[in-house]
């Protein structure tokens, strides 16, 4: 049991059509609070997603989806694992691994030289996916 104390798990093998209401039909029963889709720094979907439960339940039974078919792949679901140093932005200070200014901007996503700010396109961590 690789159980964390997040809410987060990430989901893998997306296909790259795949929209946001099919992934929350997919977590049907599942009280899902947010879905941060992984992109490349041209903003370009990477095939996987993190989504935060708003429970521990939702967040066991997602893990349940692992090996389930979806758009013809099969999903990879697993407990996200928190990586050091990342938590650094909570506080509000400093902008992960980007610094106090610069790219990592007040309370940036910091991580890889940052992106700063309030995340990605004015804010909202659920891109434009539909």
């Known amino acids: 049991d690789s159980r964390t104390n997040s809410k987060k798990v990430f989901v893998g093998n997306l296909s790259w059509d795949l929209e946001e209401s099919v992934l929350k039909r997919t977590f049907a029963g599942c009280h899902i609070a947010n879905i941060k889709w992984g992109e490349d720094e041209y903003g370009q979907f990477k095939g996987f997603a993190h989504v935060t439960f708003e429970d521990d339940e939702s967040v066991d039974k997602a893990v349940e989806k692992n090996g389930v078919e979806l758009m013809g792949r099969e999903l990879k679901v697993m407990y996200a694992l928190e990586r050091p140093g990342t938590n ?35 804010g909202k961590e659920s891109s434009g996916r539909k």
């Open 88 to 122: 650094s932005h909570k506080d509000g200070k400093g902008g992960g691994k980007g610094g106090k200014g610069g790219k990592g901007g007040k309370g940036g996503k910091g991580g890889k030289g940052g992106k700063g700010g309030n995340g990605r396109k004015g």
